[in-house]
Nanobody
Framework: QVQLVESGGGLVQAGGSLRLSCAAS????????MGWFRQAPGKEREFAAA????????YYADSVKGRFTISRDNAKNTVYLQMNSLKSEDTAVYYC????????????????WGQGTQVTVSS
């Protein structure tokens, strides 16, 4: 079992930046690939980014590529999502997720989910 707790969401103006954090506990963090998903109002949850357990494999959705950066610190059992050049369409609840591989997360079938953190980008 893996428990995931997100933090760092909030209100930011368009063009601004936020960094989300996800603290993991439970099973060995380093054995899990980690990722971020998001769900905008009235839309389905969508994949944003994923990183392998060692950090060598990273995937991004086209909509965030070049603006968002996923990273992890296995010593702190934490994964991050640095979000730059934010747009109003980035407004969503952001969910941390864990799975057996970054590819598994990319195709939307995580084993564990966090509770989500709200990101609101004002234009």
């Amino acid at each position: 079992q893996v428990q995931l707790v997100e933090s760092g969401g909030g209100l930011v103006q368009a063009g601004g930046s936020l960094r989300l954090s996800c603290a993991a506990s439970g099973r060995t963090f380093t054995s899990e690939a980690m990722g971020w998903f998001r769900q905008a109002p009235g839309k389905e949850r969508e994949f944003a980014a994923a990183i392998s357990w060692g950090g060598s494999i990273i995937y991004y959705a086209d909509s965030v590529k070049g603006r968002f950066t996923i990273s992890r610190d296995n010593a702190k059992n934490t994964v991050y999502l640095q979000m730059n050049s934010l747009k109003s369409e980035d407004t969503a609840v952001y969910y941390c997720a864990a799975g057996s591989s970054a590819n598994e997360l990319r195709y939307g079938s995580p084993s564990y989910w966090g509770q989500g953190t709200q990101v609101t980008v004002s234009s």
